[in-house]
């Protein structure tokens, strides 16, 4: 693994500041690794990581899946150009794809999926985005697939707000966890709540019939 | 005559720090390699410096300031304040949010919090006002004669690996806009600084330092004032850092009733509830155990 400094150095390179996202790379994309392990995952699967930042899960998850394929796309692009670069650094296997995009456009891997997870991103997202979102997955899933993500419940003092002090973005609002109960009867899904526990934030998961 | 200026002239944008203009003095902070700090040299001109000095040794401060008692009267609108001692040293612990006694420092002051927050990864103007747990004061400090200042320290790292940012957070800034020189205006030590690489500087010594120059420097590093000296006559270490202050709950805490007024109906039913639940709890004697859960709410 890499560590805590060449990672920050590395960001800062990039012109990222040290936040609480580097400041705690190692060990949420260690429990990230470890959510998925919990639902299923194993490494013959395809793993979708939606948000997937600068490869923090990615850097644990490819090795992991030594016949499988990550996949990971995040609207940040200097988190994508960090990721591709901690993964040159990290020797990683070419078992991997990344893209920037904002508009949950998972097709364009051209991979049907056993596995997704969106840590910290319908965090970051408004309700309409995250149904989009989750419309998009019901795209590439299989059949039998699953997807764990995390939410918080409730409407933030500040909703929309500038990440690193740079981008605009918006806060999630979701008022009730039958939001999600709500979107899996729309698009045909089963939401669960899976006994994870999350460091900060809920867990939730969609199951693809 | 014209009535709108040319379109990209003034925007957002313009006015704001640009990101790019960031990453000399990020790679420099936060780097393994870096020095920890970044000296932005002049950032006071020499009129600007000659005010701000010419203001705060000469000020009454019973006339300007409440006396600082603790850092637990930092509420939100609460009155600036400073503390003096008999060997000449003062601290004003100023608020962006009150009416200034200089409206130099103040303006320099808020240039100065909007570029370290920038720099750090955050909103310009996050802190500056009681919106959240935390407020930037800009503390005017003249140090004239002290051996320890304030000690050896780190600060932001008390649980490194907490997720709560209070106690870990590496992003973490602060700024010493200083307003004298050592040799002229003091002699001694005065800040020393752990750069990155582990190894000490003392700015003015090992780093010349001018008035009017601005450092800002990684919060974690180990940091002190130490071993100040003046004579007749000189100045002092004068110096204004920027510290993110924790504001708790105060009497002032509370819109005031003509806050109240222009704040309409619900501003007015917050206000009337509040006076309610206050009177229920003096009643009791509860109000101050009520005061004090409430503090300990806020600082985690």
């Known amino acids: 693994m890499i560590g805590q ?15 609480e996202y580097f400041a705690h790379f190692e060990r949420f994309g260690a429990w990230q690794l470890d959510a998925l392990k919990q639902i299923g995952l194993q490494p ?15 850097l644990h998850a490819v090795p992991y899946l030594s016949n499988g ?14 990721g591709n670069e901690l993964a040159h650094v990290a020797n990683l296997p070419p078992r991997y794809r990344l ?49 764990i993500f995390s939410y918080l419940v409730g409407t933030p003092g500040t909703v929309g707000f500038l990440y690193a002090g740079a981008k605009p973005m918006q806060r999630s609002t979701i008022e009730s966890e039958s939001f999600f109960a709500d979107l899996a009867r729309e698009f045909g899904l089963e939401f669960q709540k899976p006994d994870i526990i999350h460091p900060t934030q809920q867990v939730g998961l969609f199951r693809y019939p | ?49 000659r005010h701000i000095r010419s203001i705060w040794p000469a000020i009454d401060p019973a006339h300007t300031h409440r006396l600082f008692e603790s850092k637990h009267d930092f509420f939100p609108l609460c009155p600036d304040q400073y503390v003096a001692d008999e060997r000449g040293n ?52 003249v140090t004239r004669d002290a051996k320890t200042w304030i000690g050896p320290h780190r600060d932001y790292l008390q649980e490194p690996g907490s997720l709560d940012r209070d106690k870990y ?4 800034l602060q700024a010493t806009l200083f307003l004298s020189e050592k040799g002229h205006d003091y002699a001694g030590t005065g800040f020393r600084f752990e750069r990155n690489d582990g190894r000490t500087v003392v700015f003015g010594t090992d780093i010349p330092m001018h008035a009017g120059d601005l450092v800002i420097w990684r919060y974690n590093n180990l940091h002190s004032v130490e071993d100040v000296s003046t004579t007749d006559g000189q100045l002092g270490f004068m110096r204004i850092i920027y510290p993110p202050e924790i504001m708790h709950a105060g009497p002032q805490a509370q819109p005031t009733a003509q806050a109240a007024a222009g704040g309409g109906a619900a501003a007015r039913a917050g206000i009337a509830a509040r006076q309610v639940a206050r009177d229920v709890l003096s009643r009791l ?13 806020r600082q985690t």
């Not at chain 1, 394929?69 to 960090?82: I, W």
């Not at chain 2, 014209?2 to 420099?28: H, M, W």
């Not at chain 2, 002051?109 to 004061?137: D, H, I, K, W, Y």
């Not at chain 2, 004697?285 to 709410?297: C, D, I, P, V």
């Open chain 2, 90 to 141: 003062r601290s004003f612990y100023n608020f962006f949010f009150n009416t200034p006694v200089d409206e130099v420092t103040w303006s320099a002051s808020l240039s100065v919090q909007m570029l370290r927050n920038r720099l750090s990864g955050r909103p310009p103007l996050v802190e500056t006002f009681p919106a959240g747990g935390r407020c930037a004061s800009y503390r005017v400090v």
């Open chain 1, 69 to 82: 394929l990550y996949c990971g796309m995040d609207a940040f692009a200097k988190y994508v150009e960090l």
């Open chain 1, 44 to 58: 013959h699967h395809s793993l979708l990581d939606i948000g997937c930042g600068a490869m923090r899960l990615g």
């Open chain 1, 99 to 147: 893209l920037v995009g904002d508009d949950f456009s998972f097709e364009r891997f051209g991979v049907q999926f056993d596995f997704a997870i969106a840590q910290s991103v319908f965090t970051h997202l408004p309700a309409g985005d995250v149904r989009r979102c989750v419309a998009a997955t019901r795209k590439v899933m299989k059949p039998g697939s699953a997807f």
């Open chain 2, 1 to 49: 005559m014209n009535t709108s200026e040319r379109p990209g002239r003034f925007t957002f944008e313009s006015l704001s720090i640009a990101e790019d203009d960031l990453q000399e003095a990020r790679k420099a902070l936060y780097r393994s390699t870096g020095d920890g700090y970044f000296v932005f040299r002049r950032f006071l001109g020499e009129e600007v410096v």
């Open chain 1, 5 to 19: 400094t060449a990672i920050i150095d590395a960001a800062v390179d990039h012109n990222l500041v040290p936040n």
């Open chain 2, 169 to 172: 957070d590496l992003t973490r």
């Open chain 2, 285 to 297: 004697g509860l109000l101050e155990t009520a005061r004090q859960m409430l503090r300990g709410r």
